[in-house]
């Protein structure tokens, strides 16, 4: 690919554009600070179904963001500009944009300097996960395609592998770059109604790293999946002891990341933790952590200012901890700049901090075990189109997907219709009663990814069924 040959993937060499970038900008007469973040994109990916590939594409994407203050009168006036290339005439355009649009800009009220020197990991990329292209791909789809057909069955999916890197620089002196890398690979399997397998089947791995995906797991789990049972049956809603597994705790936890765990939600009195940090909310069978860099899985090393990222306890036993700060929030809390947790955003921004790399910590009761401790209940694959009703409560509002199934007695009996629910993260947490003892990584429909076992809860409300 192009880019990939003209830039490489190693974040060196985009924190010397980076750079190049800010000195271009601070030589302009009118530019009194300047701040540069880059990023290289890498990513291949093949979706398949039963008659083998259907889609497939290779692309390296470069995002250039420039931050620039005017100085005039003792007051400073701030604005930004995109763009996605290198080239000396981009740069010079991005300045001129960035630079005109500060000219108009209010001046800020509460200016925070830019951020100094700092240390941060600046972490490698998997190689094999980004030379990983489509012909690498095509021995697993080809074993997903053979496992399906076996038990006639109809599979589809994608195999997905990514490279990133990124690096900031600014006229303080802060320099920090960072590489990371992410592979999944998902399939969803299908029966005939009559013969065959009959029910459908859904699975996903998620690693930093292609060769630790579990491809031969995923393609064993949809089959069983799809095999259980003939045809799907349904229940009344209400409320049931159910068991989460890690896609469906993953979907419910991100609003928590979106929406409660920064501490912009919290001093705008919109999130869950008001009035409510130190207490125990939770079951206290739940630790949260915020970790960038969990041995399953790493993600970037600094925020969107360039902070390093800590690692920051969130639910302590079930006791909620103080949330997640950037530079401006962490001196609005009483502290620093420096003392940031490192989870903003690029800058100017609207937004707030946010948990990012959500772990929860595993159990000791395995999957067989949580499933046996259930007389009546129902095991939740996913979730899926989950909405936010009330961030105070989190209460959240959504329908199961990809396997619904009865449990009776301790053993999953039959496939069931999806039901819809709506229900507080809040209520639902307090009402964990095991953990499970195997960690996997799930996402949601929205972006970002949990680190997370199975959950058992007691009373999870569904409000209405449906036919499907």
């Known amino acids: 690919m192009a880019l990939t040959k003209n830039y490489g993937l190693g974040s060196e060499s985009l924190l010397d554009a ?16 300047a701040e540069a973040t880059v990023s290289l994109t890498v990513n291949s990916f093949v979706r398949f179904a039963d008659t083998g590939p259907t889609q497939s594409a290779e692309r390296a994407k470069v995002d250039v963001h420039l931050r620039v203050r005017r100085e005039e009168d003792g007051q400073l006036y701030e604005a930004s500009a995109t763009g996605q290339s290198l080239e000396e005439v981009a740069m ?4 001129e944009q960035a630079s005109s649009i500060a000219a108009i800009s209010p001046a800020l009220e509460t200016p925070l300097e830019l951020g100094g020197h700092v240390e941060v990991c600046t972490g490698t990329c998997d190689a094999e996960t980004l030379t990983h292209g489509p012909r690498e791909k095509a021995a697993a789809i080809k074993r997903a395609l053979a496992a399906a057909q076996a038990v006639g069955a109809s599979p589809a999916g994608l195999f997905d ?11 303080k002196g802060r320099l920090v770059r960072n590489e990371t890398s992410r592979a999944s690979f998902a399939l969803t399997v299908t029966g005939p109604s009559e013969g065959g397998l009959g029910g459908s089947g859904w699975a996903e791995t998620i690693r930093s790293k292609v060769g630790e995906l579990d491809i031969d797991g995923t393609i064993a789990t949809a089959i069983d999946k ?26 419910l936890l991100l609003f928590a990341s979106y929406y409660g765990f920064g501490a912009k939600e919290v001093a705008e009195k919109s999130s869950f933790l008001c009035d409510r940090i130190g207490t125990k909310a939770f079951a206290d069978k739940l630790t949260i952590h915020d970790n960038w860099d969990h041995p399953m899985y790493q993600t970037c090393s600094f925020d969107g200012e360039g902070s390093p990222k800590r690692v920051v306890p969130l639910v302590d036993a079930g006791v909620l901890q103080n949330p997640v700060t950037d530079r401006r929030f962490a001196v609005l809390g009483g502290g620093t700049a420096d003392e940031s947790t490192g989870h903003g955003e690029v800058q100017p921004s609207g937004d707030g901090p946010s948990a990012g790399c ?36 989190m209460m959240l509002t959504g329908m199961t997907r990809n396997g619904l199934f009865l449990i009776e007695n301790g053993r999953i009996v039959k496939p069931l219709k999806n039901l819809r629910f709506t229900e507080s993260l809040l209520r639902a947490m307090k009402r964990v009663t095991d953990v499970g003892s195997e960690l996997d990584i799930s996402g949601a429909l929205f972006d970002g990814e949990v680190i997370t076992p199975a959950l058992r809860i007691d009373g999870f409300r569904f409000t209405s069924a449906t036919d499907f």
């Open 92 to 95: 010079d355009k991005l300045i």
């Open 18 to 33: 980076a750079t190049e970038l800010v000195e271009r900008a601070y030589a302009q007469d009118s530019i009194h600070e």
């Open 358 to 393: 959500l772990c929860v910590d595993a159990g000791t009761t395995s999957s067989a075990d949580l499933i046996a401790g259930v007389e009546h209940g129902l095991l939740i694959t996913q979730f899926h189109y989950t909405n936010l009703i009330d961030p105070r409560e």
């Open 161 to 171: 592998t990514t490279g990133r890197a990124v690096a900031l620089a600014n006229t």
């Open 226 to 251: 799809a095999a259980i049972g003939q045809e799907r049956g349904a229940v009344e809603p209400g409320e049931y002891t159910v068991i989460l597994e890690p896609a469906a705790v993953s979907s």
